[in-house]
Every structure is written in C-alpha cells, then in structure tokens.
C-alpha cells in the first residue's frame, strides 16, 4: 500500500543526494613518502661522550637527539611556518585561492584580495594563518619509521606545489639548525679543552669536536639531511575524497530505511500513510485490513 510512497521518497533522495554531493569541493591529495637520511640521529658517540663527562663530573647523562623526531615536531610549529608566511605567492595560495578548473587544469584566486602583481595586499594574522595551513596538512609515521606527508587541498597544482615545497623547506630549516649548534659546540668546546687539564676528559672533549665537525660535514655535502624520498609528491589526476557515490547511497538508503521504521511503527498503533500523486496527497490514516 505505501509502495508509492517508496518509489517517491527514494526519487526524492536520490535527486536530492545528486544535487547535493555535486555541490561538495572536491579534495585533491599529494603525497610523499619518505624515511629518515642516514644522518637521521646526530652522532651516537657524540651522546656517549657526554655521557662520559657527565659521569666524571658527577652530573647526569642527555639521550640522544633524534633529528627525524625533531622535523616531524618542527613540521606544525609556527616557528617552522614563518618560512611559509614569509612566502607572497604561497600564502597566495593559502588566502586568495578560489576555485580549480579540472577543464582548464588551472587555479583562480580572490581578484578583490590581490594587487597588480597578483600577490596579496595584505596579510592575515600569522596565527590564523598557520591554523589554516594546518588544516591541509597530515603525517604518519608506520612502524618501521616510514612518513608519509600529505597536503590536501582542492586544487592538485596547490597540493602538490606545497608538499615539495615543504620537504625541501623542511631539511633546509633543521639544516640550518644543527649546522648552528654544532659551530657554537665547536667554539665552546674549543675554549674548554685548553681550560682543562684532565686528560680524559681532554679526550671526551676532543672526541665531541670530531662529532660537531662531523655534523657540519654531512650539513655541507649530504642531498637530503633529514630525510630521503622514497616515493615522490605527484600532482593527483582525481579527487582522494569527498566519496561521492557513497554519500549518495547513505541518503537515499538512510530515507528508505527510515520511511520503513515511520510505517511499520504507524502500522503497530493501526495507522497507515495515505499517498497519493495525482492529486498530490499525504496524511496519516488508520488502517482498515
């Protein structure tokens, strides 16, 4: 009797599911996986020659630092995305951006919110910007020490744009880091070895010299400092999400399934829902076997 009433609602649905997943942006992913250089752990000696020194001046031993650990924490920090924000054409991107045009291959941005070059004429606060960065942003990091880093956007130029962008800015900033710790440990160091008279203590000294220079050699020579490219960014050539077609089923399917569940609770207290097309009809009447 309310076979109608089915077919309707489930027109109804899925029109309406058409309508509505047609109007969501879609998301383009690039991906990157990577794992850490060989340089990843700033020298094992090094931490076990302060171990050494600090046992003979009775202090306590520092673990040792781990340069991989050290970029994933830096990835989501301010401090790192003012690199970012320093960038016209990427905070661009981040700020002015409109839509892509999968036809055309290419982006459009805000014309009201750029100057003659194209580039913003103003900058949004530097907080409210790096939680919209974030935003775009994922990691994850599998047992084995494999990271993959992901930037979402709704563009695939952007997406992949920033994700090279982000490496290459990335083992540059943790570069500049450990080169200017370890030439202010030299120093240091340096000074404290003719200060000493200890011989082994001399010799740890020594040693933790040879580590820093170490540490400055590979800054100076190796290609990737914190990590190696396994699989490279890639400009994607279809959305990662939304999933249309499952969105689409969940509302017409979830409609069916409520409409059962109102008709068969009407039809325990004796009612039924009277439909009718033509004239168009609906009301809640007892039902009469």
């Known amino acids: 009797k309310s076979k109608y009433l089915y077919l309707s609602v489930f027109l109804i649905s899925y029109i309406f599911g058409s309508i509505y997943v047609n109007s969501l942006t879609p998301i383009y992913k690039s991906s990157a996986l990577v794992k850490p250089a060989d340089s990843s752990s700033i020298s094992s000696s090094n931490s076990s020659q302060i171990n050494i020194l600090a046992n003979i001046i009775g202090g306590r031993g520092s673990a040792e630092i781990n340069k991989t650990s050290l970029a994933l924490e830096m990835l989501t920090s301010r401090s790192f995305f003012n690199s970012f924000y320093e960038n016209d054409e990427l905070m661009t991107d981040l700020i002015a951006f409109e839509k892509y045009s999968s036809g055309k291959k290419s982006d459009s941005y805000r014309k009201n919110l750029l100057d003659e070059f194209n580039l913003l004429k103003s900058k949004p606060s530097i907080d409210s910007s790096h939680g919209r960065f974030l935003s775009h942003l994922e990691f994850t990091r599998d047992e084995v020490g494999l ?143």
């Open 147 to 289: 990271i993959t880093i992901t930037i979402n956007h709704p563009s695939p130029l952007i997406a992949y744009k920033w994700n090279v962008w982000l490496f290459n800015a990335l083992d540059q900033y943790i570069r500049d880091r450990e080169k200017l710790k370890a030439e202010k440990s030299v120093v240091f160091l340096e000074n404290k070895i003719n200060e000493v008279r200890n011989i082994e203590l001399q010799r740890g000294l020594s040693n933790m010299i040879q580590s820093q220079l170490g540490t400055l050699l590979l800054a100076e020579v190796s290609d990737n400092f914190v990590f190696e490219i396994i699989d490279d960014p890639f400009i994607a050539s279809s959305p990662h999400k939304p999933n249309k077609s499952f969105i689409k089923n969940v509302i017409v399917f979830g409609s069916i399934f409520l409409l059962t569940f109102l008709i068969l609770t009407l039809y325990y207290f004796n009612k039924i829902i009277s439909f009718s097309i033509l004239p168009l009809s609906l009301k809640i009447e007892d039902y009469k076997k």
